[in-house]
Each structure stands twice: as structure tokens, then as C-alpha cells.
């Protein structure tokens, strides 16, 4: 079993930064890419970013490239979400996930309880 806790979420103005903190705990996540997902009032659940187990390899979703940055310490168990320029429509609560890719698409195997960015215009 993996848990996963978020943290870092908060409010921010329009053109502001925050950084999303997901400590790992349980079985070990060697086999995992390590990502985050994000879900607005009403909306799906979207698939933001992901990070292999090294780090050398980045996926993000159109809306976010060049403003988020997705990292990890493995020393640490702990994944980080760098969010910069952040806009109102990135409002949304931040899910971290233990992610699989299936026929192109990302998957969460395991998540995290959740942490809410609000972005003020």
C-alpha cells in the first residue's frame, strides 16, 4: 500500500507562484512514475504533469508547459510541484498521484487525499 499526502496549496494572486509538496509512504514506488492531477468545481479530474522514477523523463499537459515544473527526491520520498505565473483558470484542487500510462493516457494507481490551489484574478 502507498500513501500519499499533499501539501503547499494555498491562495495566490493571478501572476504568483506556489509549490506543491507529496510525501510518499509505504511500498516502494521504483515501478511508478510520480504525478499530478488537478480537478475544478464541476469539471473532470485532468492530468497536469509526470516524472519518471529517475526524473529524466517530464510529461505535462499543454495548459501548464513553461509555467509548472515537476521534480522529485527519492532520498525523500517526495515529489514537488513548482507552479509559476499561475493563472485563475489553475484553480483547482491538486491531487498527487502514483501514475501508470495505459494506451497514451495517464493513469492514478494511488492518490492523495488532495490540497486546494485558488488563484485570484
Known amino acids: 500500500q502507498v500513501q500519499l499526502v499533499e501539501s503547499g496549496g494555498g491562495l495566490v494572486q493571478a501572476g504568483g507562484s506556489l509549490r506543491l509538496s507529496c510525501a510518499a509512504s509505504?511500498?516502494?514506488?521504483?515501478?511508478?512514475?510520480m504525478g499530478w492531477f488537478r480537478q475544478a468545481p464541476g469539471e473532470e479530474r485532468d492530468f497536469v504533469t509526470a516524472?519518471?522514477?529517475?526524473?529524466?523523463?517530464?510529461v505535462y499537459a499543454d495548459s501548464v508547459k513553461g509555467r509548472f515544473t515537476i521534480s522529485r527526491d527519492n532520498a525523500e520520498n517526495t515529489v514537488f510541484l513548482q507552479m509559476d505565473s499561475l493563472r485563475p483558470e489553475d484553480t483547482a484542487v491538486y491531487y498527487c498521484a502514483a501514475v501508470v500510462s495505459r494506451r497514451g493516457s495517464w493513469y492514478g494507481d494511488y492518490w492523495g487525499q488532495g490540497t486546494q490551489v485558488t488563484v485570484s484574478s
Open positions: 509505504g511500498r516502494t514506488l521504483s515501478r511508478y512514475y
Open positions: 516524472i519518471s522514477w529517475t526524473g529524466s523523463t517530464t
